[in-house]
């Protein structure tokens, strides 16, 4: 199962940087991907990697998050910047279906989430 860290409590404009870890080593055969969910809303992918490095983003956090893997330590983590309140959320991580779109379907059950809040 995947399980998420490193949210925590945040002023605009600060930055946060979440690692998402697993038992076992699955990371080097699969695509993986951030997902936010906000109070209220439907949970969104946020950003993705693939087995080969490629990375995407919804448009909202272009510019600001960065998605990188390690699959020595099988760990996968969502550097985030300039932070802003809309990024208030809990975060999880997941294997996708495809690096082709950021519709792309999580293929585990939800693990441990962890909380961002981001206020002044």
């Known amino acids: 199962q995947l399980q998420a860290f490193g949210g925590g409590f945040v002023q605009p404009w600060g930055f946060l940087r979440l690692t998402c870890a697993a038992s076992?080593?699955?990371?080097?055969?699969?695509?993986m991907g951030w997902y936010r969910q906000a109070q209220g809303k439907q949970r969104e992918l946020v950003a993705l990697?693939?087995?080969?490095?490629?990375?995407k983003y919804v448009d909202s956090v272009k510019g600001r998050f960065t998605i990188s893997r390690n699959d020595v330590k099988n760990t996968v983590y969502l550097q985030m910047n300039s932070l802003k309140p809309e990024d208030k959320a809990v975060y999880y991580c997941?294997?996708?279906?495809?690096?082709?779109?950021?519709?792309?379907?999580?293929?585990?059950?939800w693990g441990q989430g962890t909380q961002v809040t981001v206020s002044s």
């Open positions: 990697i693939g087995s080969a490095g490629t990375t």
């Open positions: 997941n294997r996708i279906s495809s690096i082709l779109t950021m519709t792309s379907r999580p293929l585990d059950s």
């Open positions: 076992g080593n699955i990371y080097g055969i699969n695509h």
